[in-house]
T-cell receptor, first 114, second 112 residues
Framework: DGGITQSPKYLFRKEGQNVTLSCEQNLNHDAMYWYRQDPGQGLRLIYYSQIVNDFQKGDIAEGYSVSREKKESFPLTVTSAQKNPTAFYLC?????????????FGPGTRLLVL | QKEVEQNSGPLSVPEGAIASLNCTYSDRGSQSFFWYRQYSGKSPELIMFIYSNGDKEDGRFTAQLNKASQYVSLLIRDSQPSDSATYLCAVIPSGGSYIPTFGRGTSLIVHP
């Protein structure tokens, strides 16, 4: 089955710790995205990548970092500089054919601070 | 800033009724429009997309687009309790990046 997987489902971070969220897709999509969702809020774009070895900051990139070494993988690191990391993190992917491309989402990772 | 606005709700409808969810957007050049359903604690799943003015039907769902008035709506006929969720509107703006802007979502409650 084609799809997007995210792991872990729940992640706990201690003060001063960096943590990495995994996102893998087998949809052969060129573009991948990371969003953050807070309760009662919409989706806010953290980073996106439209091709391997290239990525762009979204609206709220501070305190986060990404890499795109493989087409299938787009891990997100939440650094200690992110002071309020508790949120639901969603990874998405899409083709890059234009305005008709649809984003599909993984199941999400819920990050909690200890 | 290109904005997408949705009434946060909750919108409460009885089972079997038509639920009408609305979304307005600020970028007149927006090209494509998507509706996602998000159950509590889960990720968004695509329900429908629409590109052209008018109506598009898929089962119990109808998307309506009016580019002149800059709104898109989702109608759910014969609403079921299982339709209770938050519905997110997403709009691909002009400018060539093809990255959607999401509304904050409307919470729908279908009561028996």
């Amino acid at each position: 089955d084609g799809g997007i997987t995210q792991s872990p489902k729940y992640l706990f971070r201690k003060e001063g710790q960096n943590v990495t969220l995994s996102c893998e897709q087998n949809l052969n999509h060129d573009a991948m995205y990371w969003y953050r969702q807070d309760p009662g809020q919409g989706l806010r774009l953290i980073y996106y990548s439209q091709i391997v070895n290239d990525f762009q900051k979204g609206d709220i990139a501070e305190g986060y970092s990404v890499s795109r070494e493989k087409k299938e993988s787009f891990p997100l690191t939440v650094t200690s500089a992110q002071k309020n990391p508790t949120a639901f993190y969603l990874c998405a992917s899409s083709g890059t054919g234009g305005f008709r491309e649809t984003q599909y989402f993984g199941p999400g990772t819920r990050l909690l601070v200890l | 800033q290109k904005e997408v606005e949705q009434n946060s709700g909750p919108l409460s409808v009885p089972e079997g009724a038509i639920a009408s969810l609305n979304c307005t957007y600020s970028d007149r050049g927006s090209q494509s429009f998507f509706w996602y359903r998000q159950y509590s604690g889960k990720s968004p799943e695509l329900i429908m997309f629409i590109y052209s003015n008018g109506d598009k039907e898929d089962g119990r769902f109808t998307a309506q687009l009016n580019k002149a008035s800059q709104y898109v709506s989702l109608l759910i006929r014969d609403s079921q309790p299982s339709d209770s969720a938050t519905y997110l509107c997403a709009v691909i703006p002009s400018g060539g990046s093809y990255i959607p802007t999401f509304g904050r979502g409307t919470s729908l409650i279908v009561h028996p």
